[in-house]
T-cell receptor
């Protein structure tokens, strides 16, 4: 399957700061999905992006799909402690292939 | 509408025993994925199944591991002759035909002692 790479691997922010994680591929992606996994929990679907240049928002979360469909980003504005967890991107092609995730720690 | 159900939630096995992990997909979902996750690591793809068919098992170790998704009943991930290195969380996810969101079960935490 198509490999997706995520950076950074870890991010530690103060509550109220912004956070961004990036997902990159060397090949064109048919779509990108984002998931969140809380510590000790299971991955939960957040959003799917399909169109080139697509931008979707969920409250403080903004998701973008690059024009070339080779990268995507998740931006969280004014982080809260409830945002703690690992954020994964995944490419849904033949099977669902996940990046290694970005672990976000938010300090009050 | 029940979500993806995995059981058991926790499983302890001695080295050499067999482990059977079950996954009941969401109603109406015909696709099942199994993933393995070690602490502080990502989700490693193991196998992708549709009813009665293995579509992609490229992530599955060649020996001791097998998976099935029968016409009736849950999907089963079977690990024979477990070793300590098999200790991990095993997640199952189900979805309608791709590309669709996948819904995960709560996982089975396997500990081999």
């Amino acid at each position: 399957g198509q490999q997706v790479m995520q950076i950074p691997q870890y991010q530690h922010v103060q509550e109220g700061e912004d956070f961004t994680t990036y997902c990159n591929s060397s090949t064109t992606l048919s779509n990108i999905q984002w998931y969140k996994q809380r510590p000790g929990g299971h991955p939960v679907f957040l959003i799917q992006l399909v169109k080139s240049g697509e931008v979707k928002k969920q409250k403080r979360l903004t998701f973008q799909f690059g024009e070339a469909k080779k990268n995507s980003s998740l931006h969280i504005t004014a982080t809260q402690t409830t945002d703690v967890g690992t954020y994964f991107c995944a490419n849904s092609g033949y099977a669902l292939n996940f990046g290694k995730g970005t672990s976000l720690l938010v300090t009050p | 509408n029940a979500g993806v159900m995995q059981n058991p939630r926790h499983l302890v096995r001695r080295r050499g025993q067999e482990a059977r992990l079950r996954c009941s997909p969401m109603k109406g979902h015909s696709h099942v994925y199994w993933y393995r996750q070690l602490p502080e690591e990502g989700l490693k793809f193991m196998v992708y199944l549709q009813k009665e068919n293995i579509i992609d098992e490229s992530g599955m170790p060649k020996e001791r591991f097998s998976a099935e998704f029968p016409k009736e009943g849950p999907s089963i991930l079977r690990i024979q002759q477990v070793v300590r290195g098999d200790s991990a969380a095993y997640f199952c996810a189900s979805s309608p035909p791709s590309p669709s969101p996948a819904f995960f079960g709560q996982g089975t935490r396997l500990t081999v002692v």
